[in-house]
Structure formats: structure tokens, C-alpha cells
């Protein structure tokens, strides 16, 4: 129903910036929320930022104030600008969309869209 297609990955030095992009293809109307998630190796997958249909934002703590996403709504893309980058930025970034609803005030992914990733190499 939904590919997703992440780009923009790569080798950058601490206080660099990398933009990155992810393309959405098909359809699936039932999709509210588009994310960013990382994992670097020998740590547990998280989320760095994520948009919902509506416009809500949220970003990871140890991203605040340093990375921004976006929505390119014609074009079915949402991208990732990452500035001042750090060694502990260094993961594979992976693109989602995904459907969630709250349920006795919690939120629940009913289903979701996972892209390849794209490696992000910070170095010092």
C-alpha cells in the first residue's frame, strides 16, 4: 500500500547539518502521523521527531532546538533538518508513517510504514 524512501544520509563532522528527505508512495488513507526514528549500533531504536496529519510536532529531548521536520504535503514528503550535529547523532535513520489513536488516554499504532534508512555518520 505505502513505500517509503528515505535520502539525504551521510558522512558529516560534528557541527554539521544534513537534510534529510523521505518520499511517500501509494496510498493509505488511515495514515495520521509521519516520524523519524533512529538506532545506532548497540542501542535501542528511538524516536527523534514526528508530524501528524494536523500539524502537531514533537521531538526527542536530546534533539530539541537542533532539528526541525517538515511536510512537503504535494510532493507526499516529510524531511529532517538536523543541525549541529553530534557524534551521538550518529544512526540509521529510518522514515515512518503510521496510524495512531488514543484509547483510555493512550496511544496506540493501529499499523505502519517503515523505510530502509539511511545511515548518518557524524565525526569528530
Known amino acids: 500500500q505505502v513505500q517509503l524512501v528515505e535520502s539525504g544520509g551521510g558522512l558529516v563532522q560534528a557541527g554539521g547539518s544534513l537534510r534529510l528527505s523521505c518520499a511517500l508512495s501509494?496510498?493509505?488513507?488511515?495514515?495520521?502521523?509521519m516520524a523519524w526514528f533512529r538506532q545506532a549500533p548497540g542501542k535501542q531504536r528511538e524516536l527523534v521527531a514526528a508530524?501528524?496529519?494536523?500539524?502537531?510536532?514533537n521531538y526527542a529531548d536530546s534533539v530539541k532546538g537542533r532539528f526541525l521536520i517538515s511536510r512537503d504535503i504535494p510532493n507526499n514528503t516529510v524531511n529532517l533538518q538536523m543541525n549541529a550535529l553530534k557524534r551521538e547523532d550518529t544512526a540509521v535513520y529510518y522514515c515512518?508513517?503510521?496510524?495512531?489513536?488514543?484509547?483510555?488516554?493512550?496511544?496506540?499504532?493501529?499499523?505502519?510504514?517503515w523505510g530502509p534508512g539511511t545511515q548518518v555518520t557524524v565525526s569528530a
Open positions: 515512518t508513517a503510521a496510524s495512531r489513536t488514543t484509547v483510555a488516554g493512550h496511544f496506540i499504532t493501529t499499523h505502519d510504514y
Open positions: 501509494g496510498s493509505d488513507f488511515s495514515i495520521n502521523v
Open positions: 508530524v501528524t496529519t494536523d500539524g502537531q510536532i
